[in-house]
């Protein structure tokens, strides 16, 4: 998968216009306002808008499943056309170096009284350090030492501040929220093997694409 910056874009766009043939794979990240507007578009030249309903999947974020995409990837489309499979926002790229960022995002959500999202940045941050949800609901968080909280999660526990972890969990057990596979590595190795030529895969997100040694080795069989 070659690397181009973003006053090559154009040419990409260009290029499928006139029935380029496209790559299994296309990684957008950098300014998010730009890589947000160029994978909206990116993502309306594969599919006409007259085939999205059966060709497009969009995954958002905060809710993705490796392993649901995965299997979209490897599944040939009942429909003629490419199939486009979007991973918006994507987090497959953070790890446990990043989880006080989602213990903050899981914070400002619940601050702002949306318990859904909160419970699902707390459950991201929960699989960075390998955690289930058992190990934290009914206040066992509490006895997680400070010293284990610091090193599965990479930062300091501030009793004041996790607080909010008592609703929102509550909130994730009572709804049957559940932890989701975000393995990079899963993803590496479904790019190394391959799929169906007329499936394509669209990453949009914050984080540069070095977390994935493979990224570039992307084919289609």
């Known amino acids: 998968m070659p ?19 496209p790559s299994s794979l296309y990684l957008l990240y950098g300014e998010e306002y730009l890589y947000k507007a160029a994978a909206r578009e990116l993502v309306d030249t594969l599919v006409p808008k007259a085939n999205r309903s059966f060709n497009l999947n969009m995954l958002d974020g905060d809710t993705e499943n490796v392993f649901e995409t995965i299997s979209l990837l490897k599944t040939f489309g009942l429909m003629p056309g490419y199939r486009v499979t979007w991973m918006k926002n994507s987090q497959i790229f953070y790890s446990r170096q990043d989880a006080a960022k989602f213990f903050l995002k899981s914070q400002e959500a619940y601050q702002a009284g949306d318990n859904d999202k909160a419970g699902r940045y707390l459950l991201h941050m929960l699989a ?3 955690w289930k949800l058992e190990d934290v609901k009914n206040g066992a968080w509490r006895s997680i030492t400070s010293e284990e909280w610091k090193s599965d999660l990479g930062f300091d526990r501030d009793e004041g501040q996790a607080a909010f972890l008592d609703p929102v969990i509550a909130h994730c057990v009572e709804r049957h929220l559940t932890i989701v596979g975000s393995d990079a590595k899963e993803l590496e190795a479904a790019i190394k093997a391959g799929w169906p030529s007329k499936n394509i895969l669209v990453i949009s997100t914050d984080p540069p694409p070095g977390a994935i040694p493979g990224l570039g080795k992307a084919r289609s069989r």
Do not use: R
Not at 3 to 21: C, R, W, Y
């Open 128 to 130: 960075m350090a390998a």
């Open 3 to 21: 690397i181009m910056p973003k006053d090559k874009f154009p040419e990409v766009i260009s290029g499928l216009q006139n029935k380029g043939t």
